[in-house]
């Protein structure tokens, strides 16, 4: 018969269990997440002591004790949300761009929502709130207040990322949008039509197809590979040479233009001729639509098709190496591979991910205020700024101030934000602020760039301390391996109230170890 143990028994088991310290809390968000099953009626909550040891015993379970054995017994697995899909992470307009070191919506609206818990024991914002982020980035913070009720103002200087941000707050006319991607698809489908690359391209899938099944068979040659029977950079490498002449002879048979002409430009550096012919064409299809929201949706919808087609491997489409004008071996897919020639596929399938992420968050989207202010945190008059980009929202904000803060600073060395979306900045001509960046990656980590970083963001804190309501509560991400943020803080004239770590399990990077970021709570100094 199986034994029931009560939550304060269960954690005392599984302490001993597992020789770590498991709260009752753990327990409870075991049972909240379905990872074991919760037992018993008339109130009282039982767990099954077999399914809990099961449980601990699995890759899960494992994975946790094992991180805090790395990590330490503060790490709040509640915040890893491993319960979660990707599809969920990612919901509607969430994934309406790529964007590197944005945050997943379920950490947002933990902190936002009025809920609590053992590790949250007070709800910090409630509807009709107005949250600020000032490291706005592609928006997640103003997508879950507008799904949750709750006004927001973001603010980032980068211009592009103003745009992705409110392209996914704002109303949107589904049908002129729907009639617009409809008009440039068929412009763009009769445009390539006739062209010799589409011919090219055809023919050298077949030729790929026959090659790869002969000498990559899935998933005969990954097994192999995994199990070291076959040297697969040497043998890859060899059957990469042998398909070339068959490449060559295609492209001088189709009169194909291969080798790219030297240029700084992005567009000419990192796209294939054709590619970059199709590119300008939608985009002056674009600049011909009329009403200014659908014109920018299809901006993004492009903007998500290039950053897709650039000439490189699948594998370095995040981290560009060296264009890609031929044929090669991709570790990812364990086969050939070639670069694009084409951009029509890639549009047709966002266009229509768009369409239905757009429509998903419409039915979702409350009646609250939302913006992304394109500027410099450290400086910017922000009422001024709402005054003419949104009198409604500046006047809620006149009226009651800035609840608080939710948000993710650049981390220190990790990535040029302006850089990341280079083509776009190429493609619509917008204005680069590189250098007010912080944190940027080609500053590097050295204590010179620790410095300054926690300068920049001190400062942003300082500005925008001055409209926020008295009792304020800032909240942000970061993982911080250089232990700024004391420093930071005091600057800043804050005191970390509290600190929530929690374990990041689905990172984009190749790296898959354990690894932790920190949510800060700040609050201001008692002497304020």
Same mark, same amino acid.
Request: aromatic share 12%; with cysteine.
């Given at each position: 018969m199986?034994r029931?143990?009560?939550?304060?028994?269960?954690?005392?088991?599984a302490s001993r269990?597992?020789?770590?310290n498991?709260?009752?809390?753990?327990?409870? *968000?075991?049972?909240?997440?379905?990872?074991?099953s919760?037992?018993?009626d @008339?109130?009282?909550?039982?767990?099954?002591?077999?399914?809990?040891?099961?449980?601990?015993?699995?890759y899960?379970?494992?994975?946790?004790i !094992?991180?805090?054995?790395?990590?330490?017994? !503060?790490?709040?697995?509640?915040?890893a949300?491993?319960?979660?899909?990707e599809?969920?992470?990612?919901?509607h307009?969430?994934?309406l761009?790529? *964007? +590197?070191?944005?945050?997943?919506?379920?950490?947002v609206?933990?902190?936002?929502?009025?809920?609590?818990?053992?590790?949250?024991t007070?709800?910090?914002?409630?509807?009709?709130?107005?949250?600020?982020?000032?490291?706005?980035?592609?928006?997640?913070?103003?997508?879950?207040?507008?799904?949750?009720?709750?006004?927001?103002v973001?603010? !980032?200087?980068?211009?592009?990322?103003?745009?992705?941000?409110?392209?996914?707050?704002?109303?949107v006319?589904?049908?002129?949008?729907h009639?617009?991607?409809?008009t440039?698809?068929?412009?763009l489908?009769?445009?390539?039509v006739?062209?010799?690359?589409?011919?090219?391209?055809?023919?050298?899938?077949e030729?790929?197809?026959i090659? @790869?099944?002969?000498?990559?068979?899935?998933?005969?040659?990954?097994?192999?590979?995994?199990?070291?029977?076959?040297d697969?950079?040497?043998?890859a490498?060899e059957?990469?040479?042998?398909?070339?002449?068959?490449?060559?002879?295609?492209?001088?048979?189709?009169?194909?233009?291969?080798?790219?002409?030297?240029?700084?430009r992005?567009?000419?550096?990192?796209?294939?001729q054709?590619?970059?012919q199709?590119?300008d064409?939608?985009?002056e299809q674009?600049?011909?639509?009329?009403n200014?929201r659908t014109?920018?949706?299809l901006?993004?919808?492009?903007?998500?098709?290039?950053?897709?087609?650039?000439?490189?491997?699948?594998?370095?489409?995040?981290?560009?190496?060296?264009?890609?004008?031929?044929?090669?071996?991709?570790?990812?897919h364990?086969?050939?591979?070639?670069?694009?020639f084409?951009?029509?596929?890639?549009?047709?399938?966002?266009?229509?991910?768009?369409?239905q992420?757009?429509?998903?968050f419409?039915?979702?989207?409350?009646?609250?205020?939302?913006?992304?202010?394109?500027?410099?945190?450290e400086?910017?008059?922000?009422?001024?700024?709402?005054?003419?980009?949104?009198?409604?929202?500046?006047?809620?904000?006149?009226?009651?101030?800035?609840?608080g803060?939710?948000s993710?600073?650049? /981390?220190v060395?990790?990535?040029d934000?302006?850089?990341?979306?280079? *083509?776009?900045?190429?493609?619509?001509g917008?204005?680069?602020?590189?250098?007010?960046?912080?944190?940027?990656?080609?500053?590097g980590?050295?204590?010179?760039?620790?410095?300054?970083?926690?300068?920049?963001?001190?400062?942003?804190?300082?500005?925008?301390?001055? *409209?926020?309501?008295?009792?304020?509560?800032?909240f942000?991400?970061?993982? !911080?391996? /250089?232990?700024?943020?004391?420093?930071?803080?005091?600057a800043?004239?804050?005191?970390?109230h509290?600190?929530?770590?929690?374990?990041?399990?689905?990172?984009?990077?190749?790296?898959?170890?354990a690894?932790?970021?920190?949510?800060?709570h700040?609050?201001? +100094?008692?002497?304020?």
């Amino acid at each position: 018969m199986a034994r029931l143990l009560t939550i304060k028994e269960a954690s005392e088991f599984a302490s001993r269990y597992v020789n770590r310290n498991v709260t009752a809390s753990n327990i409870a *968000y075991l049972i909240s997440y379905g990872r074991i099953s919760k037992r018993g009626d @008339n109130g009282a909550t039982f767990v099954d002591e077999q399914e809990l040891t099961d449980y601990y015993k699995s890759y899960y379970g494992s994975r946790e004790i !094992d991180w805090k054995r790395q990590l330490g017994d !503060d790490l709040n697995w509640a915040l890893a949300f491993e319960n979660l899909k990707e599809a969920e992470t990612t919901k509607h307009v969430h994934r309406l761009h790529p *964007y +590197k070191g944005k945050f997943i919506p379920q950490l947002v609206e933990y902190f936002l929502d009025g809920r609590t818990d053992d590790f949250k024991t007070e709800a910090f914002f409630q509807r009709g709130d107005v949250v600020l982020d000032p490291f706005c980035g592609s928006g997640t913070t103003l997508v879950q207040a507008a799904e949750m009720g709750l006004h927001a103002v973001g603010i !980032d200087v980068s211009a592009f990322n103003a745009l992705i941000s409110n392209v996914k707050i704002q109303s949107v006319d589904l049908y002129d949008l729907h009639t617009q991607i409809k008009t440039i698809t068929e412009a763009l489908r009769a445009f390539v039509v006739d062209s010799k690359y589409i011919s090219f391209e055809r023919e050298l899938v077949e030729e790929l197809n026959i090659y @790869n099944n002969q000498f990559f068979p899935s998933p005969e040659f990954k097994i192999k590979a995994r199990l070291k029977e076959i040297d697969e950079r040497t043998y890859a490498a060899e059957k990469e040479q042998e398909f070339l002449p068959t490449f060559e002879r295609l492209a001088e048979e189709f009169q194909i233009q291969i080798t790219q002409p030297r240029d700084a430009r992005f567009l000419t550096k990192w796209y294939l001729q054709s590619v970059r012919q199709e590119i300008d064409f939608a985009f002056e299809q674009i600049k011909k639509v009329q009403n200014k929201r659908t014109k920018k949706v299809l901006a993004v919808i492009l903007s998500r098709t290039i950053r897709s087609c650039r000439a490189t491997t699948h594998a370095d489409l995040a981290t560009l190496v060296e264009p890609i004008t031929k044929p090669y071996y991709c570790a990812k897919h364990g086969k050939i591979c070639k670069p694009l020639f084409s951009i029509l596929s890639w549009w047709e399938r966002y266009s229509k991910d768009s369409l239905q992420r757009l429509a998903h968050f419409a039915r979702l989207k409350t009646e609250a205020q939302q913006i992304c202010l394109n500027g410099n945190s450290e400086s910017i008059d922000l009422q001024s700024e709402l005054e003419k980009r949104s009198p409604r929202l500046a006047e809620i904000v006149a009226q009651r101030k800035i609840k608080g803060i939710f948000s993710s600073p650049p /981390y220190v060395g990790l990535i040029d934000y302006h850089e990341q979306h280079a *083509y776009a900045y190429d493609l619509f001509g917008f204005e680069r602020h590189d250098g007010q960046e912080i944190g940027a990656m080609r500053k590097g980590q050295g204590k010179q760039a620790q410095q300054e970083y926690a300068q920049g963001v001190s400062r942003v804190l300082s500005n925008c301390r001055k *409209y926020l309501a008295d009792d304020f509560n800032i909240f942000l991400v970061a993982n !911080d391996k /250089y232990n700024l943020y004391p420093q930071i803080a005091e600057a800043a004239r804050l005191k970390i109230h509290k600190r929530f770590k929690r374990p990041v399990l689905n990172r984009t990077e190749k790296d898959k170890g354990a690894y932790s970021e920190t949510i800060f709570h700040l609050k201001a +100094k008692d002497s304020d």
